[in-house]
């Protein structure tokens, strides 16, 4: 059963740190490229960070840039976000999308499986 899965969202004070992971089963997250996406409430659904596949090269949406990483742990079929320097406006439900033919990353219907999210929130 292919299933991909979010874990790591919490409570975090404003400049505090994160690391979310993305974990996959069923199938191997090396051959696919990897986005997080966020979701706050009344906005659509945003792409802010992507790893892709074969060349593992990263893209940051502008929001995000120079705080975020995204990185993989093959051996654990893992990818994980590290978000540092969090601010409120970085507060939401954050998804994993796994594509495996992805040619624009920020477009979430170009990916073919999705974690269920993990709630981040970062208030003081």
């Known amino acids: 059963q292919v299933k991909l899965v979010e874990s790591g969202g919490e409570l975090v004070e404003p400049g505090g740190t994160l690391r979310l992971a993305c974990t996959g089963s069923?199938?191997?997250?090396?051959?696919?490229?990897i986005t997080w996406f966020r979701q706050t409430p009344g906005r659509e659904r945003e792409g802010v960070a992507s790893?892709?596949?074969?060349?593992?090269?990263?893209y940051y949406a502008d929001s995000v840039k120079g705080r975020f990483s995204s990185f993989r742990d093959n051996a654990k079929n893992a990818v994980y976000l590290r978000m540092a320097n969090l601010k409120p406006e970085d507060t939401g439900v954050y998804y994993c999308?796994?594509?495996?033919?992805?040619?624009?990353?920020?477009?979430?219907?170009?990916?073919?499986?999705w974690g269920q999210g993990t709630q981040v929130t970062v208030s003081s």
């Open positions: 069923g199938f191997s997250l090396t051959g696919h490229t």
């Open positions: 790893i892709d596949a074969p060349s593992d090269r990263e």
């Open positions: 999308a796994a594509g495996s033919t992805v040619i624009s990353v920020w477009l979430p219907n170009e990916y073919d499986y």
